[in-house]
């Protein structure tokens, strides 16, 4: 199989209708580009910030030839839609905390009210832990806010009670977000904590756990994704010194028990998907919670344990799958 990359922005030329397309390939001595065949398989691992660059790689995907190529894998709608979905699944529902759409003032009170004045709020599309709110509106004339901006820089401010739906207004744009409880989801020390499992379909097409690995982030950022200043470390151990042996033991058969049953059901309902990063965050009372599931998941948790098996798994199960789909198309064409 030959791999190379590509980018929407690199609009469709005469090239492609000569089945050529422009790309990057490593070698030795870096990133090289060159002209390629159009490919069999194209994987979607662009995170598009906004309307526009979503609209620029559907550009790109729709003046390719319509009989050359298929996806490796669909992604999954907002966060909403999962939801809904999961929510369906009776053995799954208590495993999901409240969610709703914000929708305005009206929607947010809602939240304050079945929530009991303390709420978290984030977009409903992918965000890497950026635009997320902390909401606490349990003293009458005035209101703590803390999160991360657009930028994913972190904040913390405090303001009088009456200008928060204004605020919370300015604040989330023209994007939409969901509200939960606000779950308490800290280490003893006071610091976010989330377990994210990276469950990958492998050579043969069925869904395989490729590992699993804590990220903690900063006391004062309520998050504790990467790429807002999180580290990685081990599931097993970190959960231990936390919970202790016994309940650690617990929380993990939980997780990899869930871990199980949802990639099929979002396939179910949404389509075929290739792999996908679970993130489950466990209350100080050992109980867990699913909080997202995503359709482009990271890897780098895993080159910061030092599960140097799962890293290297973690990139080649893309690849076999890309394969066991070729093969597949191979033999429909062949019978």
């Known amino acids: 199989m030959s791999v190379f990359v590509f980018f929407p922005e690199d609009k469709p030329d005469s090239a492609t209708l000569n089945h050529q397309i422009s790309g990057y390939i490593y070698k030795r001595d870096g990133w090289v580009k060159e002209t390629f065949p159009i490919p069999d398989i194209i ?13 620029v790689a559907a550009s790109f995907l729709g003046g390719l030839p319509e009989t050359t190529w298929s996806m490796w894998s669909r992604g999954l709608p907002g966060k909403r839609r999962v939801y809904d979905l999961l929510k369906r699944e009776q053995a799954l529902s208590p495993f999901l905390p409240h969610t709703l759409s914000y929708t305005g003032s009206k929607s947010l009170s809602k939240a304050i009210d079945l929530f009991d004045g303390e709420l978290f709020m984030k977009p409903s599309g992918g965000s890497h832990g950026r635009h997320t709110l902390y909401v606490n509106c349990k003293r009458a004339d005035e209101t703590i806010l803390q999160g991360r901006d657009r930028s994913n820089s972190i904040f913390q401010k405090t303001i009088l009670a009456r200008d928060l739906f204004h605020w919370v ?23 976010p904590f989330d377990l994210r499992v990276l ?25 504790s994704n990467l790429h807002g200043g ?3 470390m081990s599931a097993p151990s970190f959960l231990e010194s936390e919970f202790g042996v016994s ?12 871990s199980e049953c949802i990639p099929p059901l979002l396939e179910n ?7 996908l990063g679970i993130d489950f965050g466990i209350d100080c009372s050992g109980k867990v919670w699913l909080l997202e599931v995503n359709s482009k998941p990271g890897r780098r948790v895993f080159r910061q344990t030092g599960d140097i098996p799962a890293a290297k798994l973690s990139v080649e199960n893309p690849l ?8 597949r198309q191979l033999r429909r064409v062949n019978t």
Not at 176 to 183: E, N, S, W
């Open 43 to 55: 994987y979607d691992r662009c995170l598009f910030k906004n309307v526009k660059e979503t609209s």
């Open 169 to 191: 207004n300015n604040f989330t744009g023209r994007r939409r977000f969901i509200i939960q409880p606000y779950l308490k989801l800290s280490s003893r020390e006071g610091s």
């Open 199 to 223: 469950a990958q379909k492998n050579a043969r097409g069925r869904w395989t756990t490729t590992g699993m690995a804590v990220r903690q982030g900063p006391a004062e950022g309520k998050t």
């Open 230 to 232: 999180g580290t990685a």
């Open 247 to 258: 309940l650690a033991g617990e929380i993990i058969a939980c997780i990899n028990h869930l």
């Open 269 to 275: 309902g949404f389509g075929r998907l290739g792999e």
């Open 320 to 327: 076999r799958y890309a394969r066991y789909l070729l093969l």
